[in-house]
């Protein structure tokens, strides 16, 4: 019976690049295992995939019955929707320790890191495993991804060192051009309806009992939103009604000015201020050196709810 590797929900390139990679360590160590997806590509985890020439993980949302490995989280809401009827079998993560649970021990990779791959690929180094060519450079990409090129506040000496490493591997020279021409392809918002752009990289956490939706898009120049924020704000309110979510937050990430404005819907008036200690003017606000919604927005959103 083979195991399932699988990422969360709308997933990201570190979820798609990391189910990919673990499958293929797990396959090489004798556990046979399958790489999977819960949801459709973003334009940039395409743009990774045709690169190194990979195929899309098969997409498949029911696990009932089966084996399954978590990459990239460990929250409920981000997980199958069957998720309680299937074994769960190890989880990867970089995130903090979620909602999930298990009836039988399981192989936990956890760590403070800026991205799952980082740990994927210390899990190569531990079974010494070697890193095929095309693996290395979708490892690469998922972290210069995660990381906002080193950017973030998640990135650590670990995430940097992997990329070098796995550059090497993968024989490309200038590894942060690469990482620009992927967040050229996030950049691409042109003619893409709302709904599409909010759920690109969208997550559901549960807060203390609230559930709070945070989606985020990352660009080179937040002035390709100028045109279609009310369309972005009209859609993340429709969402926080459909889904009923406590809240419904959208972070619009400027990569080269290292910071974010977050369009906010919420009843709760008084939850940005307590938050972050600035309150929103018009439902939106701008959070100077925020670029990680790992590190610096859910965090504080918990304790704000708590």
């Known amino acids: 019976m083979s195991v399932y590797v699988v990422g969360h929900k709308i997933p990201d390139s570190d979820s798609i690049c990391g189910a990919i990679a673990l499958a293929y360590l797990k396959n090489q160590i004798g556990e046979p295992s399958i790489a999977a997806r819960l949801g459709d590509l973003s334009p940039e985890t395409a743009f990774i995939l045709e690169k190194f020439g990979f195929e899309a993980p098969e997409f498949k949302t029911s696990y009932a019955g089966e084996e399954v490995f978590i990459v990239d989280h460990s929250e409920l809401t981000q997980a199958p929707d ?128 609230n559930k709070i939706g945070i989606g985020q898009l990352e660009v080179i120049d937040l002035s390709v939103f100028d045109d279609i924020k009310a369309e972005l704000e009209a859609d993340i309110s429709a969402l926080k009604a459909e889904g009923e979510r406590h809240s419904v937050i959208l972070l619009l990430t400027d990569i080269m000015k290292e910071g974010s404005e977050l369009l906010v819907i919420t009843d709760d008036a008084g939850l940005i201020e307590r938050a972050y200690g600035i309150a929103c003017e018009n439902d939106r606000v701008w959070l100077d050196g925020v670029l990680s919604r790992k590190k610096q927005i859910v965090p504080q959103l918990q304790d704000a709810l708590a």
């Open 82 to 209: 069957d998720i309680a009827e299937a074994t769960i079998v190890g989880i990867v993560d970089h995130h903090k320790l979620g909602d999930l649970t298990t009836s039988t021990p399981l192989e936990c990779w956890i760590r403070p890191v800026g991205c799952s791959n980082t740990i994927i690929k210390m899990m190569y180094d531990f079974h010494g495993v070697a890193i095929p060519k095309d693996i290395a450079g979708i490892m690469m990409c998922a972290i210069l991804s995660d990381t906002v090129i080193f950017k973030s506040p998640t990135c650590t000496t670990a995430d940097i060192k992997c990329v070098e490493a796995l550059a090497e591997i993968a024989g490309i020279e200038d590894f942060k051009e690469l990482g620009m021409d992927m967040f050229k392809v996030k950049s691409a918002v042109e003619g893409t309806p709302a709904r599409d752009l909010v759920m690109r990289d969208f997550k559901d956490f549960n807060m203390n009992g």
